[in-house]
DNA sequence: CCGCATCCGGTGCGATACTG
DNA sequence: CAGTATCGCACCGGATGCGG
């Protein structure tokens, strides 16, 4: 039996793939922004600064597709679509919330050593 | 005062591009892999599979120049270089690694779910 | 030989314009 | 409002070179 340990350094293991959507540039914003609760494309397009629609759009197409957030789509005139994570989605999305607690916390430390070297 | 909360959201804040460093997808991988100790450049490239050199080389340029890592190069032929994580960086690399674990330990079910969606 | 710089071809990204 | 289509450019990845 292989070790399990190593999973995603595995080339093939179908957790790289879903790794690499919720690491992804646009990915973990989207994660961490749905955390706050459902949203819809426009609100999230205002609040993570710099994402364009076509990324945004893919972002969310991969996310849904791994599981990660439910997509809700009125039918009515304006349309009206909306996302949610999912149970799973919450659990991944607090874990990234964790390191960019982290890393907003300490930016001040880091930028100071940055500084230094 | 801007509320704090959102400062990754902000497209040009510093913390922005380190944390888009620390979940590139090669950053991901490597900051894992050295939480369980210094490695040697060729160490790593067996590692994770499918890194090639180049990005390899700079996604280490970059942790290293963010304070997650340092490079020790010794002068010796052939050559031997090595990486070990800073303090900070195995924050964030504890922090990714939970991440990790958890998709790790949930994959069936996802991989299910995506099944049946 | 190992770590990395350089060069080059293909892919993916972002800006813009457009549709239901 | 919520996306899709298109296109040009940047960036990624593989091959190669080379200094130590």
Redo the contacts between chains.
């Keep these: 039996m292989k070790e399990?340990q190593?999973?995603?350094?595995?080339?093939n293991c179908?957790?790289r793939e879903?790794?690499?959507h919720?690491?992804?540039?646009w990915g973990?914003?989207v994660m961490?922004?749905l955390l706050t609760g459902t949203k819809r494309f426009s609100e999230m397009r205002r609040?993570?600064?710099?994402v364009s629609e076509r990324m945004l759009s893919e972002t969310l197409k991969q996310l849904e597709?791994?599981?990660m957030l439910v997509r809700h789509s009125y039918n009515t005139v304006p349309p009206h679509t909306d996302y949610t994570l999912t149970a799973?989605g919450v659990?991944?999305a607090e874990?990234?919330q964790?390191?960019?607690d982290?890393?907003?916390n300490?930016?001040n430390?880091?930028?100071l050593?940055?500084q230094s070297?």
């Design positions: 399990l190593g999973r995603v350094l595995s080339k179908p957790s879903i790794l690499n919720l690491t992804s540039r973990v914003l961490i922004v609040e993570i600064e710099g597709q791994d599981g799973h659990q991944a874990k990234i964790h390191l960019v982290w890393l907003e300490n930016l430390d880091i930028l050593q940055k070297a």
